[in-house]
């Protein structure tokens, strides 16, 4: 590559670097996802990646992520820098190559723990080629260097802009307007919540977020403990049943375990898997290692000293009470599964048998106070496990005799087709009426509940199988509850959750999610839960109406009214407020309703929201209505 062009045509030439680019740019969704505001924060994972990565070889202990005023974003860390001699093959500077050859990231790293799996990993090039504009700048061996690129094409060679006793990269890009047409926005929140995750998962880095938007915004984070600490404020706010955190880190066969747990006296157990930083959502072998082991573990210790009469405590009781963090890094991870976040490789089943194993039967014998708490928990389960199987068998002994399953308040639809089968649950018998008298009784279903139902949290397998509000729609459903649930029964392909636009409504709406996620996984696993969305308010002037679902909406909406200062405004207070027409036209109606279907990232969300707000502690309860207080509709 001559440098005596001029600048402007300066990497025009190289045939396949070009070619690189335009497949990401024709096809972005394959290299990032999606380019909605998800595939635009993909962008700053995979340049804060490289930095972790090579602070995870020891070379960098810093890392800064500002989001400028303009909404590009910029990366530092005091890593060595990426390296800038002539490359080889390409007979450009390393650092060129690196920033515009796809995948040639990894090539230079070597060893460590590359993120192969998943969407991370495509490399700095997929965020420079979906970039309108970035700038890199390397601080190595006395010597600042740097690049700029449009769209992912260097402006100018690599060049030599003063000196420096400092080591390290700074990338600064902005994403491309071209490509992410939904929105160019950076979310603070989201931001925050991965680095966070990030440090916590990589002890004793440390991580500063500023947002040079607003004055006054940044957070730092660097938790020494790592995943102990995770652990720790997790379980912030619930009473535990053990004092001292297990914490194992160790390498079997070139893959590292790093694992902490501790138990509080709720009634589920709570475990988040990762690989190479990875959310495993779907677990895995990993996952797999731990559960035999820790169920293996508890029984031994347990038989040993006497506190088990015949009976094994079975995984799931062993597990009450557990919040788990499973972290570990592999050489070559593949991931499987539907959303590709199940770990598949045996290896990694072995490696953390090989050192859990070791590490908790350990603990237990240190730890004699824990380790009776453990156990302790492990035999109630048990105990409430059996008394639950057995309410089970009864109230299916008594449905075979009355012959029909069916609860009594459900207004089932004419279809028996699940295909086109739809049941609304909807909050308190008023609203039930509106919406069994709107609704298209061919294909929907009603079924009320009565005011709030079981809060699943506070209450023992044995109370849950027994509540009424739950046994209704398990039998509604089709589907059965725990160990009884079978997905192929579901009688309706959507269920939709309708309460009313209050706090109340999303209260219950919350204790719905955290049901349905406790207890039938699978409909959310396959998109079966939807929320309807009521509106808030109904405008209307002589003959026009409108009716708009927020705040923002209802300013926008009343300005195409020809005489705006005169438009009525009616609030809903309730679906109850509606008539039967009303709540068709708006809510129920397939042709105009707007549903929002519900994924396991939201129902996760609804866990520990439920969680904060209904744990032990009140601290964090506080905290949190103070802190979302400006985003609640609030009644006044
Ligand atoms: C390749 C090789 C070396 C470092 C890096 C890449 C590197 C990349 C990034 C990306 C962001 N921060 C980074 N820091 C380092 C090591 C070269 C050597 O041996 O010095």
Not at 71 to 82: E, F, P
Not at 160 to 178: R, S
Not at 377 to 385: C, D, E, H, W
């Amino acid at each position: 590559m001559s440098t005596d062009k001029k600048h402007e045509n300066y990497g025009a030439e190289n045939i396949e670097v070009l070619e690189g680019l335009e497949a990401v740019r024709k096809r972005p969704g394959m290299y990032i996802g999606a380019t909605n505001k998800k595939g635009l924060h993909h962008l700053v994972w995979e340049i804060v990646d490289n930095s972790i990565d090579e602070a995870l070889a020891g070379y960098a202990s810093k890392i800064d992520v500002i989001i400028n005023k303009d909404n590009s974003i910029t990366v530092k860390d005091d890593g060595r820098g990426i390296p800038t001699g002539i490359h080889k093959k390409t007979k450009v500077s390393a650092l060129e190559t690196i920033m515009t050859v796809l995948h040639a990231g990894g090539k230079f790293g070597g060893g460590g723990y590359k993120v192969s799996g998943g969407l991370h990993g495509v490399g700095a090039s997929v965020v420079n080629a979906l970039s309108e504009k970035m700038t890199v700048e390397v601080h190595r061996d006395g010597e600042v260097f740097a690049q700029e690129y449009h769209k992912g094409i260097p402006v100018a060679p690599v060049a030599l802009t003063g000196t420096t006793t400092k080591t390290g990269t700074n990338i600064t890009f902005k994403p491309d307007k071209e490509i992410f047409l939904e929105t160019l926005e950076y979310d603070y929140e989201i931001l925050k919540t991965r680095l966070k995750e990030l440090a916590y998962l990589n002890k004793g880095i440390n991580i500063f977020l500023t947002d040079d938007r607003f004055d006054n915004i940044s957070d730092e984070f660097k938790f020494s403990g790592g995943i102990k600490d995770y652990v720790i404020e997790l379980n912030k706010g619930k009473t535990t049943i053990t004092n001292e955190v297990f914490v194992c880190e160790d390498e079997s066969n070139n893959i590292v375990v790093d694992i902490a747990f501790q138990y509080n006296d709720s009634y589920h157990s709570n475990i988040l898997s990762y690989v190479n930083n990875i959310k495993t959502m779907e677990g895995g072998t990993h996952e797999e290692g731990f559960k035999t082991t820790l169920t293996r573990t508890i029984n031994s210790y347990a038989k040993k000293n006497n506190m088990l009469k015949e009976e094994s405590l079975l995984g799931e009781d062993a597990r009450e009470g557990i919040l788990a963090i499973i972290s570990i890094k592999h050489p070559e991870p593949q991931f499987e599964g539907q959303t590709k976040t199940k770990l598949g490789n045996s290896d990694a089943r072995q490696a953390v048998i090989v050192v859990l194993g070791k590490m908790l039967e350990r603990y237990l014998l240190e730890n004699p106070k824990e380790a009776r708490a453990i156990v302790e928990k492990g035999l109630l389960a048990s105990r409430a496990r059996q008394a639950a199987k057995k309410a089970r068998e009864a109230t299916r002994k008594k449905t075979v005799f009355e012959s029909t399953s069916l609860p009594g308040k459900l207004s089932d639809c004419a279809s028996k087709d699940p295909e086109v089968c739809e049941i609304y649950i909807v909050e308190g018998e008023s609203a039930g009426g509106s919406a069994k008298q709107g609704r298209d009784r061919h294909h929907q279903a009603i079924l009320p509940l009565r005011g709030k139902i079981l809060n699943v949290e506070r209450a023992s397998q044995d109370k849950i199988v027994a509540n009424a509000e739950i046994a209704a729609m398990a039998s509604a459903f089709g589907v059965g509850l725990g160990s009884d649930f079978n997905y192929s029964k579901l009688r309706y392909n959507k269920i939709i959750i309708m309460t009313d636009a209050d706090v109340d409504g999303a209260h219950i709406r919350t204790l719905l999610l955290t049901f349905l996620y406790r207890f039938m996984k699978p409909l959310i696993e396959n998109g079966n839960i939807y929320i309807a969305q009521p509106p808030l308010f109904k405008l209307s002037f002589g003959k026009k109406i409108e009716y708009v679902y927020t705040e923002e909406q209802k300013k926008d909406m009343i300005l195409t009214f020809p005489n705006p200062e005169k438009v009525n405004t009616q609030r809903y207070k309730g679906l109850g407020e509606m008539n039967p027409e009303q709540l068709w036209e708006t809510t129920m109606d397939p042709e105009v309703r707007s549903l929002i279907k519900i994924n396991l990232e939201d129902a996760i969300l609804a866990d520990q929201i439920f969680e904060t707000l209904m744990g032990d502690d009140t601290m964090p309860r506080k905290q949190f209505i103070q802190k979302n207080a400006m985003y609640a509709n609030v009644d006044i």
